[in-house]
């Protein structure tokens, strides 16, 4: 899940449409309901959010620094107007990228994965190599085994892609459903992610002879490799 903070719902809400179209959610804030929203979300709220898109407000360093210290996903500035001045000033406040607008929700995502990469320790393109077979690109492709595109469906994808970044920790169905759809996500039951995941494991298991996720009953799903 992505949050977009802007003071112009016409903006939240064309992006938030726009991550719509890729099968990614999110949910677009102004800047006062981010922060009662932010200090009332729970550590599992926070987990679940992949990436923080802050567009032009007035207290945007404010808000990156509230993000900053509570969080480690990636954390982009959108500026309508660039400045050397004011990309600076964003960036020694901890925004990790600054982007012109307008920018494709495409290169927000590869922008993003890129600098989770980077904060947690992995390296260059390695870190899309989720086995020596399993390849999981992380910007809207399909993955790959053994070089042959795996088609999925894009929930079954990201949800690849989250236990991927999540490896070897044992994520609950609680916070695959709130990565994947949504911590407010009302119309769909959680129950869901228990017929994505198996439907992905069949898939995974049929190309690579075993199953790189390890599932426990009533305790969630870890990715192996």
Not at 205 to 212: A, E, F, K, S, T
Request: some cysteine; glycine content about 10%.
């Amino acid at each position: 899940m992505y949050i977009f903070v802007d003071d112009r719902p016409t903006v939240t809400s064309g992006y938030a449409a726009g991550f719509e179209r890729e099968g990614v959610s999110s949910l677009g804030l102004v800047a006062d309901e981010f922060r009662t929203w932010f200090k009332a979300a729970s550590p599992g709220d926070l987990d679940a959010v992949q990436g923080f898109l802050l567009g032009d407000f007035e207290d945007r360093i404010g808000c990156a620094g509230l993000i900053r210290r509570n969080s480690r996903a990636p954390i982009i500035a959108l500026s309508e107007v660039r400045s050397l001045e004011a990309t600076l000033q964003l960036l020694t406040a901890g925004i990790d990228d600054v982007l012109g607008k307008p920018v494709h929700v495409r290169e927000i995502l590869a922008r993003s994965e890129a600098i989770w990469r980077r904060v947690n320790g992995e390296a260059g393109p390695a870190a899309a190599k989720a086995s020596e077979r399993l390849k999981v690109h992380f910007d809207g492709r399909d993955p790959e085994v053994d070089g042959e595109t795996l088609p999925l469906p894009r929930r079954e994808r990201h949800i690849l892609e989250y236990l991927v970044r999540n490896r070897g920790r044992r994520m609950t169905k609680a916070q695959i459903f709130n990565a994947i759809y949504g911590v407010y996500s009302n119309d769909v039951e959680e129950s869901v992610v228990e017929g994505h995941v198996s439907k992905l494991r069949k898939k995974l298991r049929g190309r690579l002879g075993y199953d790189p996720i390890e599932a426990k009953r009533y305790i969630g799903y870890t990715f192996v490799g």
